[in-house]
């Protein structure tokens, strides 16, 4: 006799929105298995800051609340970071102001206040967010799947009723690559690209914006490195990095923070962030079996990964 499947669940992908979702699914009491292209740490997620905080990110009212879940959950793993790679981390979100957050703000980021001209020369927020060592924690969440009885497979997927066959429920968590999977057109790239150097001391965390230049600088210490950014090039492919834009990255930081001027480069990151218009987060029974798409959540993924994970499990 032929082995039911008809529970099994099959997540496509494995970023931070995949692997989290997968984990999520596989703690429920779910057999689940993972299907991606490439392991989690040659992900785009892999490359990401990657700083908690809800920006960017529509549709904006849902988003909030997954970004709140996620945060508790932050909250919690930061107390072994040194396993999980999540650490509370002080900074200023430049450009940002008291009264232009809602009520959300002050009630869940306990010493949120307008930052002193002393760590910022503009008006900003100081606050004490989720700061993530992705490779850290894509290795953590794996892990924790495969305690939870999962499987990882690596494999090219072209066409979601491949996974259909083999699994009653099928997670579409497949981020840029969702363009080509499902056909949606509103998927983009924005590329971005980073600078790893030596860290000659800061740390906190900075995020600057000029909305003349159309820029965002921001400088996040990660254990044993500084990760400077960074771009947002909409509709660039390329993962090569650039030298004239590392340069100016570098530049741009040493004008916030002089002493990263010298500091020596480890490396050099791209990635492409799965960009849409709003995340696209729903049932879809078309097909005959269910199947549900989590993608789209551009530069955000790790901002609202448990709580999108969540509502998936909800969905099933």
Known sequence: MAEDRSGDVIVVGSGVIGLTTALVLAESGRRVRIWTREPAERTTSAVAGALWWPYA???????RQWALRSLSVYEELAARSGETGVRMVEGVMGEARLDEQGAWAAARLPGLRASTAEE????GL????????????????????????????????TDLAEAGAQAGVVVNCAGLGARELVGDAAVRPVRGQLVIVENPGVRTWLVSTDAVAGTTTYLFPQPGRLVLGGTTEEDAW??????G???????RCAVLRPEVAGARVLGHRVGLRPVRGAVRLERDVSGGGLLVHNYGHGGGGVTVAWGCAEVVLGLL
């Open 238 to 243: 390329s993962l090569t990095p650039d030298p």
């Open 57 to 63: 990110i529509e549709p904006r009212d849902l988003a």
């Open 126 to 157: 100081w606050a004490r967010l989720p700061l993530i060592d992705m490779p850290v924690h894509l290795g953590w969440l794996r892990s924790r799947f495969l305690r939870a009885g999962g499987t990882v497979e690596t494999r090219t997927v």
């Open 120 to 123: 910022y020369r503009g008006s």
């Open 245 to 251: 834009v590392a340069a100016g990255i570098v530049e």
